[in-house]
């Protein structure tokens, strides 16, 4: 039989299994299977050449009991709305195994900022707020960065919403310029937290950084930062890849020299004639492999083959059902995705508290603040796994729905 890709389903299965363990029936599991709220948007937006084009965009909203949703828009060609609604469940997840007051939200054009120009894309950008803002807001629903969006795309986001309220509303979105009332330590908080979590899975496996060598699928914001983390810690990146190959060298890539010529969306293998594929990056001899791209990339076929002994999951999504029961029983530790990229949303999280306040933190306050939450979540969701014998992801989707679970039911809707 076919492999089952569709991230939604998957992700409802797990849902079901974890509320199941977690002892909610039945009446939970149909609230939350699905976002509470999901817009569909067709933006018109004139392009340089004079001529308009309609994008499709969209915005989920997967439960409010316990606070406002929140999670990043995505600029993607292969954007859909099933992957959209699938990424506001895992927001909830994440924002659950840290502890936000928040519930998920996600939104996505499907568009390809690659070929568009800036003017373009702040016209899309700030269409998308006005087609959205009925429902978003700092205490309804807060955006943030994700694939291919960044800081100024959050401040023209941020500055079209608040010409339409009329009043300066910083908190709407996270992930913006300092001087628009951005954190510090945002832009890097994805792949710190990352970092946290390969320091905690290797200590629970005995392997020291310093000596660990290291593949990491992507050079995208979380891909570059966790490279250049890990290099200046001491491990050996041993392969390293973008969307278009791989490149590989067994005592280590000279990450410094990469980052000083990779492109904005983080392209530079093309600069280079001996890549290898995708496919040859995860089948490296190394100890610990963290996909940081895209959805969907180890597999049923790939599992059987990974040499690592520690899986991280920097993307959304990118171990399929199969791959996650195969690396279970290779004994591999497998950190999910929900746990291990959710440095991001906490920064965001600690934003939009600076922003509430009108009072900033330095960045060492911040990186304190985002260590002690990520190494409590990681060892929360690891001691859970042990007790109750499951593997990393069913314990973190029952640490991350348990609030919400609990929220909704004390609100009455369950
Ligand atoms: N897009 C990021 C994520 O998937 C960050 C979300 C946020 O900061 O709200 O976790």
Known sequence: MAENLNLFTSTQKVIKHSLNKLGFGEEMYELLKEPIRMLTVRIPVKMDDGSVKVFTGYRAQHNDSVGPTKGGVRYHPDVTEEEVKAMSLWMTIKCGIVNLPYGGGKGGIVCDPRTMSMGEIERLSREYVRAISQIVG????IPA???????????????????????????FITGKPIVLGGSQGREKATAQGVTICIEEAAKKRGIDLKDARIVIQGFGNAGSFLSKFLYDAGAKIVGISDAYGALHDPDGLDIDYLLDRRDSFGTVTTLFENTITNKELFEL?????????????????????????????????????????????????????????????????????????????PEEEVNTKLTAKLVDAFNNVYNLSQSRRVNMRLAAYMLGLRNVAEASRFRGWV
């Open 138 to 141: 700092p205490t309804k629903d």
């Open 145 to 171: 960065p994700d694939v291919y969006t960044n800081s100024q795309i959050m401040a023209w986001m941020m500055d079209e919403y608040s010409r339409l309220r009329e009043n300066d509303s910083p908190g």
């Open 285 to 361: 001899d190394c100890d610990i492999i963290v996909p940081a791209a895209v959805s969907n990339q180890i597999t049923g076929e790939n599992a059987p083959n990974i040499k690592a002994s520690i899986v991280v999951e920097a993307a959304n999504g990118p171990t399929t059902d199969e791959a996650t029961k195969i690396l279970t029983e290779r004994g591999i530790l497998l950190v999910p995705d929900v746990l291990a990229s959710a440095g991001g949303v906490t920064v965001s999280y600690f934003e939009w508290v600076q922003n509430n306040q009108g009072y900033y933190w």
